[in-house]
């Protein structure tokens, strides 16, 4: 006999397992890009005390949604997902970085609507797809009124370009409705269109298609990849089992692009060496492990997909980060959860870890 948990006590192993790695992430972001902030910006604190000032802020964010009803508040899912749509238009008004319009930029903050769109669409997945009265066996209802809301979310971040985030939350949805229990060979027909799509915008439009290109060189002999693969290999190599010492690496020294960003699983490597890295990818496990235990742990089918989504998402999201680093996968400008250098990226991924705390209280007990 199932019974809920009367203690209401929230799984605070998550809570440690997080302030850990956030901890961790300010070291390695002050480490990594204490020489660089010195030559752009003047100061060898400007990137820790911007994560920092996100660090708190993403700490208060969780301290918010560990007291809401998600439940109630997961209404509000359908029209937030919509004014988001409209933030992730504007980004195209703002000034390109690094040639992309990504980010919405207010004074001295910059923020990622894709990284909330992503956040909202695990909420109104889970509502909706909650609902009895929806049939997932019925094509028509699987196709409306998902496919144009979360089609035109992809469109618009894919045009960004911001692919890495396009995939994750393209396989972040798909996860969700197969575990809603939509049939296999309607998710199949969703995905292959998407699928020949993404090909004929990399072989016959070029998108992305340099990248793509430098992958396959990668898989015979990363040395033989794009120049950000060659100094994530060597990075990851020069620290071999111990790592060189914290602070003492040399790839951050201008040879590894965006060390504190992107590609700080590698510089973290140079640094504390396989045995770190052991250690990380150890929390990431457990905080991942957890979170489906939570999800399986759901009195009812809102709270199940709620967390098993948000840990779906995590997962993509680690799994593609590590993979490009490794070599594994095409690069795609993803950020590691928790430890990357950014606001956006570090506030979502807090949020989602708020979540399952908060589910957390509502797991049953046989």
């Known amino acids: 006999m199932r019974r809920l948990r009367k203690d209401k006590k929230m799984d605070e192993s998550i809570l440690l397992a997080y302030l850990v790695m956030l901890a961790i992430g300010l070291v390695m972001v002050y480490s990594i890009s204490s020489i660089m902030a010195e030559s752009r910006f003047g100061s060898h604190m400007h990137f820790f005390k911007s994560q920092l000032i996100w660090a708190l802020i993403s700490i208060m964010a969780i301290f918010i ?12 899912s359908a029209p937030a997902l919509l004014a988001i749509l409209l933030l992730l238009s504007l980004v195209f008004l703002m000034p390109a970085r690094n040639g992309a319009h990504r980010w919405l930029m207010v004074g001295p903050f910059t923020a990622q609507p894709s990284e909330l769109f992503k956040f909202m669409m695990i909420f109104y997945l889970a509502f909706s797809l909650s609902n ?19 089609g035109l979310g992809l469109l618009l971040i894919v045009l960004e370009p911001d692919l890495g985030t396009t995939i994750v939350i393209f396989l972040t949805a798909l996860g969700m409705f197969f575990l809603a229990g939509a049939r296999m060979k309607h998710l199949l027909a969703g995905f292959v269109p998407l699928a020949g799509l993404a090909s004929f915008m990399v072989l016959v439009m070029g998108y992305k298609k340099d990248r793509i290109i430098d992958y396959l060189n990668s898989v015979v002999d990363p040395l033989q990849g794009s120049y950000q693969v060659k100094q994530a290999a060597l990075t990851l190599g020069s620290g071999g089992i111990f790592g060189v010492g914290l602070g003492e690496g040399r790839q951050k020294l201008f040879f590894l692009p965006y060390p504190h960003t992107d590609f700080i699983f590698a510089a973290i490597g140079e640094e504390v060496g396989m045995l770190g890295l052991l250690i990380i990818l150890s929390l990431f496990f457990y905080l991942l492990w957890r979170g489906l235990k939570i999800a399986s742990g759901q009195p009812d089918r809102f ?3 709620l967390a098993a989504g948000m840990t779906l998402s995590l997962f993509i999201n680690i ?32 949020a989602a870890v708020g979540v399952l705390l908060n589910l957390s209280r509502r797991v049953v007990t046989r």
Do not use: E, H
């Open 303 to 305: 709270g199940y997909l």
């Open 65 to 76: 949604i560990t007291r809401l009803d998600l439940q109630k508040i997961s209404v509000y």
């Open 319 to 350: 799994a593609i980060n590590i993979g490009v680093v490794t070599a594994l996968l095409p690069v795609t400008g993803l950020p590691l959860p928790f430890l990357s250098y950014g606001g956006s990226s570090l506030l979502v991924s807090s």
């Open 132 to 150: 009895q009265k929806r049939n997932l066996g019925d094509l028509k209802q699987l196709l409306f009124p998902y496919v144009p809301i979360i």
